[in-house]
């Protein structure tokens, strides 16, 4: 649900994905990553991830609390 006043999501899907492919999200996880850890520290001996799909409001759709 982009604002109206960016490019179509399409276009930033296409951007995202040249980006993605190009390493450039990866660099961005890194360097955020590595701040972070200079900053707070990272325990990366224990890692676990959690996750939920759902489908994305529409426009019309209210976004819930």
């Avoid at 200079?38 to 996750?51: I, L, N, P, S, T």
């Avoid at 939920?52 to 609390?65: E, M």
Wanted: charged share 20%; glycine share 6%.
């Amino acid at each position: 649900m982009l604002p109206a006043c960016y490019v179509s999501k399409s276009t930033v899907h296409e951007h995202f994905q040249r980006w993605n492919k190009a390493g450039v999200m990866a660099e961005i996880s890194r360097i955020l990553l590595a701040e972070y850890g200079e900053k707070v520290g990272v325990d990366a001996q224990w890692q676990a991830m959690d996750g939920t799909l759902l489908q994305a409001p529409t426009r019309s759709q209210k976004i819930s609390d």
